[in-house]
């Protein structure tokens, strides 16, 4: 355990990797500063409240959907773009909450996920070298040397965009526009819309004649909040940790920090060295926190950097995203629940079934195939049941888009359909169609066995 004393800073004394080069000059300062007198986006007491419903989820009690974007783009923040978003991330839910018959813990890739780590940090464009993007708070995605230069001013937009996304998604959420007859009306189109609809209708179904019998009892929801409100919370990666500093605000009625930027923060699959700034930073913050997990981990760090980022073994703290590939998760995924298990750390085990499974098509584009994602969820799956150890839920990158990003779902998109609509900065990402597939697909891995 660390003997020094964590503050908001303190990570600055350890190596922090994947930060920008900010130019010279007093322009990072300038945005810094208003960045740590402007309003916090979000409020201890809600942080908490996320954390205790991460809890029942270590136990199988809730279902975590976490999802998004793979990187936020500034130029969608717009109020359809938002809408979209939200629709799908509530159509997911509903579907899952009723099979798994369980609450769904929504938890957007959203509000904040503006900064990106990157393998290279630079790429050859047209025989030009030029850096990579980083991410909408930290350049420009535009293939040229001048947009790719870092401006610390882009954090304080994205701060600003955050705060405008949050707005729209709490107007959302608590006025109505979540009210459950409404999500099944979206179904209903949904599936009409989609070629394998047909193999869906039975649930759609099953839910109608649940919600047609809560109205006959009088619990319709335009009397009954908990049917047309809900909570979205918001994460990102806590990698730009200028921001992130600026962003951390001490909790005036319990004592405590609490990095204001988004409800949850994880820490990177590149950026989780057990001495370095990120873990250094996150551990003195009271948030919920996830950690990706990949291939290349060693189970002594993680089982180190969990008692560093949790010493009081809090359940709900942490959640472990393990993002190993359809292919490799067999061989990865069974050893770390053993190691964990043994340990009595009590984390949220989610799987991310994007980042283990990019491929680069013949065309350059990267993709991901939907049959793969569906695999390596399927997997996790049965892995945590052999090893009696509790799924806790998903970790996806999707957006409400009609995007052509990722391959097949059951309109079959191949490679060379890409091109049609691909939109992404980053990595690819579901469209709305084919996670509204998904999360029909996944119902039928989280129904309970007939009683
Ligand atoms: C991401 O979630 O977009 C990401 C970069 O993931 P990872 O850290 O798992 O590679
Ligand atoms: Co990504």
């Not at 109205?215 to 921001?243: F, R, V």
């Not at 981990?297 to 180190?304: G, L, Q, S, T």
Request: aromatic share 8%; hydrophobic share 35%.
């Amino acid at each position: 355990m660390p003997t020094h004393k964590w503050t908001k800073n303190s990570w600055r004394k350890f190596p922090a990797m994947q930060q920008p080069v900010w130019p010279a000059g007093s322009a990072l300062e300038d945005s810094l500063k208003p960045l740590s007198q402007l309003p916090p986006l979000v409020f201890a007491g809600e942080c908490n409240t996320l954390k205790e419903q991460l809890a029942e989820a270590v136990e199988g009690r809730a279902f975590v959907l976490q999802c998004g974007d793979c990187a936020e783009d500034f130029s969608r923040c717009t109020g359809p773009d938002i809408r979209e978003l939200l629709k799908v991330i509530l159509q997911m839910s509903v579907v899952l909450a009723y099979a798994g018959e369980k609450r769904v813990v929504k938890i957007g890739r959203i509000a904040g996920q503006y900064a990106k780590p990157r393998s290279s940090d630079t790429e050859v464009v047209n025989g030009v070298e030029i850096a990579s993007y980083r991410g909408d708070m930290v350049n420009s995605p535009e293939a040229n040397a001048e947009a790719r230069m870092p401006d610390p001013r882009r954090m304080l937009e994205g701060y600003y965009r955050a705060a405008a996304t949050l707005n729209l998604v709490r107007s959302f959420t608590l006025g109505g526009y979540a009210s459950l007859d409404r999500v099944q009306a979206w179904h209903r189109a949904s599936l009409d819309a989609l070629p394998a609809g047909q193999k869906y209708e039975e649930l759609v179904r099953q839910i109608w004649k649940t919600m047609n019998f809560m109205n006959a009892i009088g619990l319709d929801p335009k009397h009954n909040p908990q049917l047309n409100q809900t909570t979205l919370y918001t994460s990102h990666e806590a990698l730009l940790l200028d921001y992130e500093e600026a962003l951390t605000r001490m909790d005036s009625t319990s004592g405590g920090w609490y990095d204001c930027s988004a409800h949850m923060l994880w820490i990177g699959d590149r950026t989780r060295q057990l001495d370095g700034a990120h873990v250094e930073f996150l551990r003195g913050v009271k948030n919920p926190l996830g950690m990706k997990v990949g291939p290349s981990h060693n189970a002594d760090e993680i089982k180190r950097i969990i008692e560093r980022l949790n010493p009081e073994n809090e359940a709900g703290r942490l959640t472990l995203i393990t993002r190993f590939g359809a292919d490799r998760i067999d061989s990865y995924l069974p050893q770390l629940l053993r190691e964990i298990k043994i340990t009595g750390h009590k984390v949220v085990w989610t799987c991310d079934p994007m980042h283990g499974n990019t491929y680069q098509n013949e065309y350059g584009q990267k993709s991901r195939k939907f049959e793969d994602i569906l695999r390596e969820i399927h997997s996790f799956y049965e892995i945590h049941e052999a090893e009696g150890t509790v799924p806790g839920g998903v970790h996806l990158e999707l957006t409400g888009d009609h995007v052509t990003e990722c391959t097949g779902g059951s309109r079959q998109l191949l490679d060379k359909h890409l091109h049609l609509n691909y939109q992404t900065n980053c990595d690819p990402r579901l469209n709305a169609e084919q996670s509204v597939e998904l999360a029909f697909e996944l119902a039928e891995m989280l129904t309970p066995p007939a009683r």
